[in-house]
């Protein structure tokens, strides 16, 4: 996984996830697929937006 194509982050199981790197308030965020997993074609859903505090509406779909 990236946010903002850079910022390299790994999901490992379903549920909850951490960006590598802290954003301030106020900052676009673009989650995007680096590496698909073997065998699994993924996508994301509401995957960019502006931080205003906790994100909880990315959702990573295998």
Known sequence: MQ???ADDFTVGANGSFVMAASWPAGS???VTIKTHP?????SVSQGAGTLSSTVASVL???
């Open 60 to 62: 990573v779909i295998a």
């Open 3 to 5: 946010n903002q194509g």
């Open 28 to 30: 676009s965020y673009a």
């Open 38 to 42: 073997t065998g699994q074609q993924c």
